[in-house]
Nanobody
């Protein structure tokens, strides 16, 4: 079983930046695609960003494209989400997820096999 531990959430001002980290257990991290999702109160869970196992392919949700960057360090079993130019509408709980089918970049929740506990990101205006 893969366990995901997230960190880096917090409160930032609009226009600021924040970097989320997700550390994964196990020796097979490099075979998993990874993704970030977010969910605001009363709203559906939304795809934010995804990256395949090698890190060569990425995908972003329309609302964050050009502002957020997903990356991974397979030597550290860690995936990152760099968030720039933050807006109040980015406020949500952010979840890290792992997909055993590592060759693809999946933007659907059901594609992911393991999930982190979520970390709160709040952007003030």
């Amino acid at each position: 079983q893969v366990q995901l531990v997230e960190s880096g959430g917090g409160l930032v001002q609009a226009g600021g930046s924040l970097r989320l980290s997700c550390a994964a257990s196990g020796r097979t991290f490099s075979s998993y695609a990874m993704g970030w999702f977010r969910q605001a109160p009363g709203k559906e869970r939304e795809f934010v960003a995804g990256i395949n196992a090698s890190g060569r392919s990425t995908s972003y949700g329309d609302s964050v494209k050009g502002r957020f960057t997903i990356s991974r360090d397979n030597a550290k079993n860690t995936v990152y989400l760099q968030m720039n130019s933050l807006k109040p509408e980015d406020t949500a709980v952010y979840y890290c997820a792992a997909d055993e089918t590592g060759w693809r970049v999946a933007n659907y929740e059901y594609r992911y096999d393991y999930w982190g506990q979520g970390t709160q990101v709040t952007v003030s205006s």
